[in-house]
Structure formats: C-alpha cells, structure tokens
C-alpha cells in the first residue's frame, strides 16, 4: 500500500514536470513570436506578456514536486558530510517534515486565495485581462502536489531506515 502510494505520487511528480517543461517551451516560443511581432511588423503584443509571466510561473509551482523527487534542488550539505549516516537520515526526516508543514500553510493559504479570486470574479489588470483564478488555479495544484510529494519522501527515508535495520550484519563480511 505504501509503495503504491510513494509508486503514484512519483508518476503524477514526473507528468507534472513534464507539464512544467511543455509551459516553459511555451513561453519561450511565445516571447519569439512577441519580439518578431514587435520588432518586424510594428505590430502591438497584448496578451504575450501575461502569457509568459503566468507560463514561467506555473512551471515553476507545478514542476516544484518533480524536482523535489529527483533531489535537483540547491542544498548546503557541509553539517550532512560531517556527520554519521543515522543523523543524516534524522536531518532528513526533521527538513522534510518542516517542507511538508510550509508546503501544508501554502497549500491551505493558496486555496483560499484561490477561492477568493473565484468568487470575487478578480481579472489581471491588463488589457487582456483574464479572470485571475486561471493563473492562481497552479499555486494549490502545485502545492497540493508538493505536499503529497514530501509525504512520499518521507516514507521513503522510513523506509531506507526499515530496510538498512532489517539487512543482517556480519563479522569480518566484505574484507
């Protein structure tokens, strides 16, 4: 049960970096064609701008549990390499569950903005001016996945923990 678990939040962690890359890819070509557009033919650029801005954006909230999967984030690991493995495991647990109560506060702040913007019917102040929550619908989403994505991580390092004790040591074994 708890591999299934840790098996489906990595799979929907890898779509969603996928869907990361892809709105990436969109906005640079987005903001080729605004540059061509203004620059070749004089031409105005209305909604490019947003485009980009809330493409680059949601790449980076929905991509969030992906590269947490794959370990790609900027550490500082000098305490990890000085210390035994047992309180490299600890630190482990005690900065992924402190990421998981961020990323819960987020994730329960990021619906209720949401919502608000739902209900208020709020659009971005440009002249393109689409209804704000499309843009906003990627902080919970993300965060969402973030949080289950650290709750995958975390029975991971459980389960290390329970295979590196369950594995029987012997004396004088790899000399």
Same mark, same amino acid.
């Given at each position: 049960?708890?591999?299934? &678990?840790?098996?489906?939040?990595? %799979?929907?962690?890898?779509?969603? +970096?996928?869907?990361? +890359?892809? !709105?990436?890819?969109? @906005?640079?070509?987005?903001?080729?064609?605004?540059?061509?557009?203004? =620059?070749? &033919?004089?031409?105005?650029? *209305?909604?490019? %701008?947003?485009?980009?801005?809330?493409?680059?954006?949601?790449? #980076?909230?929905? +991509?969030?549990? =992906? #590269? !947490?999967?794959?370990?790609?984030?900027?550490?500082?690991?000098?305490? /990890?390499?000085? #210390? %035994?493995?047992? #309180?490299?495991?600890? !630190?482990? *647990?005690?900065?992924?569950?402190?990421?998981?109560?961020?990323?819960? @506060?987020?994730?329960?702040? %990021?619906? *209720?903005?949401?919502?608000?913007?739902? /209900?208020?019917?709020?659009?971005?102040?440009? $002249?393109?001016?689409?209804?704000?929550?499309?843009?906003?619908? @990627?902080?919970?989403?993300?965060?969402?996945?973030?949080?289950?994505? =650290?709750?995958? /991580?975390? !029975?991971?390092?459980?389960?290390?923990?329970?295979?590196?004790?369950? $594995?029987?040591?012997?004396?004088?074994? +790899?000399?």
């Amino acid at each position: 049960m708890v591999r299934a &678990f840790v098996a489906g939040v990595d %799979s929907v962690s890898r779509l969603f +970096g996928i869907i990361a +890359g892809i !709105l990436i890819a969109a @906005a640079m070509v987005v903001v080729c064609q605004m540059i061509f557009m203004r =620059y070749v &033919f004089r031409a105005p650029t *209305i909604w490019q %701008s947003d485009f980009v801005v809330f493409s680059a954006t949601a790449a #980076v909230f929905l +991509g969030a549990p =992906y #590269v !947490l999967m794959r370990k790609g984030h900027v550490g500082v690991d000098v305490i /990890e390499t000085m #210390v %035994s493995a047992p #309180v490299r495991r600890r !630190l482990a *647990i005690i900065g992924a569950f402190l990421g998981l109560a961020f990323c819960v @506060a987020m994730f329960v702040a %990021s619906v *209720i903005y949401f919502h608000e913007a739902w /209900e208020g019917g709020w659009t971005t102040p440009t $002249v393109w001016a689409p209804p704000l929550w499309i843009p906003l619908l @990627a902080l919970p989403v993300g965060f969402g996945l973030l949080t289950l994505q =650290y709750v995958s /991580e975390i !029975l991971k390092l459980f389960m290390a923990a329970e295979t590196a004790q369950s $594995v029987p040591h012997t004396a004088g074994a +790899g000399a």
